[in-house]
Nanobody
Framework: QVAESGGGLAQPGGSLRLSCVAS????????MGWYRQASGKERELVAT???????NYADSVKGRFTISRDDVKNMMYLQMNSLKTEDTAVYLC??????????WGQGIQVTVSS
């Protein structure tokens, strides 16, 4: 089971921190990622972090967002700085590993507006 928290309303230029908690064992073996889906648009990758800690970011968030994980707590985070109105979307947590499973959270709303 996967669940997100920390969304809400922020002003342009502001910051938010999203959290994702995953239940179960062997969490450290999974790749984790953040995706987002804006109203009327396709779901898109925001950032991923592998079991070894390698990070990958969408070009649109590079330099502004930072993904991290804490395998002891079974947690993943997304620090979002310098937010823009176009970052407004439902953000979803994904935890996956080939042969072990692919799990999605229900999503959490992030709204960037003045």
């Amino acid at each position: 089971q996967v669940a997100e928290s920390g969304g809400g309303l922020a002003q342009p230029g502001g910051s938010l921190r999203l959290s994702c908690v995953a239940s179960g064992s062997s969490f450290s073996l999974y790749t984790m990622g953040w995706y987002r889906q804006a109203s009327g648009k396709e779901r898109e990758l925001v950032a991923t972090i592998s079991s070894g800690g390698s990070r990958n970011y969408a070009d649109s968030v590079k330099g502004r967002f930072t993904i991290s994980r804490d395998d002891v707590k079974n947690m993943m985070y997304l620090q979002m700085n310098s937010l823009k109105t176009e970052d407004t979307a439902v953000y979803l947590c994904r935890v996956y590993s080939t042969g072990r499973g692919d799990y999605w959270g229900q999503g959490i709303q992030v709204t960037v507006s003045s």
